[in-house]
């Protein structure tokens, strides 16, 4: 017996006064078995929410009043099993995408880690360039000191020349 059968019966009551229970009974057959209707026509009555004679019941205006109690609890439930079925729905979501998701981000971390360890330890070709970078250097200020001692040795030649020239031009 749960609180949509006794929101039920209520209203059945409340639209139908002075019914008897086996006319309620045929008018909700459908919907509740004659042994939930016979626990909940003795708990309604015990509790006082309607008038029974023996096998015809009345509302009263504590049964009214209950009623609506009832129909919010009822709605109060229904909103409960709603956010359940989500939040099962939403549990089964992360736990089928949460082991993809992790992978992925495994993956990642792992080609991150490499990445990083890969740029700080020098690799063979930057050393190697790096020697060749110093041949190079090394030849170029080679041929700098060539050059500036061939324009020292041409200085000098020119002045030579030069003191010639001026000695010609006395004689």
Known sequence: MNIKDKILVLETYKSNPNIDLRDLHKL?????S????????????KERLINRVNTTGEITKLGKNRLNEFKSEYKNERNEIKKSEIDLKLR????K??????????????????????DL????????????????EAEISGLQSLILNKKSIDSLNSTQDSSKIVDLSKK
């Open 28 to 32: 909700i057959d459908d919907k509740i």
């Open 34 to 45: 004659w042994e939930n209707l016979l626990a909940v026509f003795t708990e309604l009555g």
């Open 92 to 95: 089964t979501w992360q736990l």
């Open 97 to 118: 995408t949460f082991w993809w998701i992790f992978g992925i981000a495994f993956v990642g971390f792992v080609l991150s880690t490499y990445n990083f360890t890969k």
């Open 121 to 136: 330890i020098p690799s063979r070709n930057i050393n190697v360039l790096e020697e060749q970078i110093d041949k190079m």
